[in-house]
């Protein structure tokens, strides 16, 4: 009777499912800017492609939880189980989250998505927030961001940024800045209007068009300089706690990653769809549109290499992530040149390759 009873309980337990996950999430951006749809098309992806009896996602706006620099912590420390970011934000943590994030004149847009899918990026990110006891699951990607938005000076040349302070984020981008006269102002997305508006800033960049729209910057800005040369790309995704990560099954865990798969696609074209928009809202709000010409950004290009070898060299795991996506732009510049003009996009006459893994090793 003993042996049948016992049976009887095991084979109830392997028949019953097992508990729904719920997972807490939240992001670093505020439901005023447009950023945030793509982590909410994210958090939808999943929830069409995974069973709410294995896992739901209760995602909230960024601040309402955590205020948005805590957001690293709280995903780390298992507070909350997953935390959409920008990497570039945890530069503190690790300088390897600054190209992990953005680069100075390097990658577009697409070469993130080649280099993270079939050059071995992906497997970089995880190792740097592998260090924090997380996962990572890169889901967003745009394009160049706009460009310095000033008050009253206007940016036509390279000379145009002597003593003007503007607000930039990123490492390398501060240092590329001063080495072309202007000084770096860092401060968080939220406070840049206010700073605009009461003189504290010459000028400023945020992101994309359609993103500085939604932050109503053409409202105390009158000028536009383009290109976005100080971030050529910007990468987008979710923290997961690694304890977290690890109580799913490898079914849901895939899942996870086509449904990040599936939001980096659509937001490509998402976000390029809507700064075409914006760019024409600009213009109708009475902005001046300025574009460096080829001159200044082949002299900017020079500087950003330099400035690239010196931050990687200060790292190791800076040194090693250059490494592997400079190593992708030599690699794939044979197949991109020879295609040229029906490509994607420029192979940028980038920094040292062997230079940078020496400081890798």
Request: glycine share 8%.
């Amino acid at each position: 009777m003993k042996t049948t009873l016992s049976t009887a309980v095991l084979a109830l337990a392997v028949a019953s499912p097992a508990l729904a996950e719920t997972w807490t999430m939240t992001s670093t951006w505020p439901s005023s800017l447009e950023l945030i749809e793509i982590d909410r098309k994210w958090v939808e992806n999943v929830g069409k492609m995974v069973d709410p009896e294995v896992l739901t996602i209760e995602f909230y706006d960024g601040g309402s939880l955590v205020p948005a620099g805590e957001v690293f912590g709280a995903v780390e420390s298992g507070t909350i189980q997953a935390g959409a970011d920008w990497p570039g934000y945890w530069a503190g943590r690790n300088p390897a989250f600054s190209p992990l994030a953005t680069t100075a004149s390097l990658f577009n847009a697409v070469d993130y998505v080649n280099w993270i899918q079939e050059w071995g990026g992906a497997d970089l990110y995880n190792e740097i927030y592998g260090q924090f006891g997380m996962v990572y699951l890169p889901y967003g990607v745009t394009n160049n961001e706009s460009g310095f938005r000033t008050v009253s000076q206007p940016i036509r040349t390279v000379d145009d940024l002597q003593g003007l302070r503007l607000r930039l984020s990123g490492l390398e981008q501060g240092r590329l800045l001063e080495k072309l006269g202007g000084s770096q102002v860092s401060m968080a997305g939220g406070e840049i209007y206010q700073s605009l508006e009461r003189g504290v800033i010459d000028g400023a960049e945020f992101s994309t068009p359609n993103v500085d729209f939604s932050g109503g910057f053409q409202q105390v800005t009158s000028y536009w300089s383009t290109p976005g040369w100080h971030q050529s790309s910007s990468v987008f995704g979710v923290m997961i706690n690694k304890n977290s990560w690890d109580a799913l099954d490898e079914a849901t865990q895939e899942r996870l990653r086509l449904a990040a798969d599936a939001t980096m696609l659509w937001s490509l074209s998402f976000t390029e769809r809507r700064a075409n928009e914006a760019y024409r809202q600009f213009e109708e709000a009475g902005t001046e549109i300025n574009r460096l010409d080829d001159a200044a950004l082949e002299r900017i290009q020079e500087l950003a290499n330099e400035t690239i070898v010196e931050v990687a060299c200060e790292n190791r795991d800076s040194a090693r992530v250059y490494a592997s996506m400079i190593g992708y732009l030599e690699d794939y510049a044979t197949w991109r040149t020879a295609s040229a003009p029906f490509d994607l996009g420029r192979t940028p006459n980038g920094p040292d390759l062997a230079e940078i893994e020496a400081c890798a090793q």
